[in-house]
């Protein structure tokens, strides 16, 4: 299922909107333990827990960028900053585990929206696999196969809304 993109009075907001079989602590685990989150998204790693706190995205070259924690109320929420934008994932235990809210908040649709889209739709399926116990066997072909569904998504979004993106 591809994500929701909406119009906001601020720029864009894009909703990823799963369920998981696992509890929102499983999950909550998954998003802010060092050893489980670079299992995902290696790239990042939680500096300090705490609103105010920050999450380091590791670069290539060996520098990294300061995300911010905006908001924490473990296990339920936690938001930073991505770049100019922000991120926040919302937990809702459920009867059968936990359903899991992605929002992104985007001031601007650009080129590189549907490469990030691509890459939270894939990095969502790694941690359903995770946390059932298995491996995404290509996250690169995972990955160019949503990448080509997003770039239709964004461009027939942008042409409803009458191509105001940057």
Same mark, same amino acid.
């Given at each position: 299922?591809? +994500? ?6 601020? /720029? %864009? ?7 998981? /079989?696992?509890? +929102? ?22 500096? $300090?827990?705490? *609103? ?7 670069? #290539? ?17 936690? *938001?930073?900053?991505?770049? $100019? ?7 809702? #235990? ?19 929206? #549907? ?34 569904? %997003?770039?239709?998504?964004?461009? +027939?979004?942008?042409? $409803?809304? /009458?191509?105001? /993106?940057?």
């Amino acid at each position: 299922m591809l +994500a929701i993109l909406e119009k906001s009075p601020d /720029g %864009y907001v894009v909703r990823f909107d799963r369920s998981f /079989g696992h509890s +929102a602590e499983a999950l909550w685990s998954m998003l802010t333990e060092n050893d489980k989150l670079s299992r995902w998204f290696s790239e990042l790693e939680v500096g $300090e827990l705490r *609103e105010g706190g920050f999450i380091r995205f590791n670069m #290539p070259d060996g520098s990294f960028e300061k995300l911010d924690i905006l908001d924490l109320h473990p296990p339920s929420i936690l *938001e930073y900053t991505w770049g $100019e934008d922000r991120v926040r994932f919302e937990l809702y #235990p459920e009867p059968e585990g936990c359903r899991l809210v992605l929002i992104e908040k985007l001031q601007a649709i650009t080129a590189h929206t #549907p490469k990030d889209l691509a890459g939270w739709h894939v990095c969502l399926e790694v941690v359903r696999l995770l946390l059932d116990g298995e491996e995404m066997p290509s996250r690169k072909e995972e990955w160019e196969l949503w990448y080509e569904k %997003y770039t239709r998504h964004v461009d +027939a979004f942008l042409a $409803e809304e /009458g191509g105001q /993106g940057n």
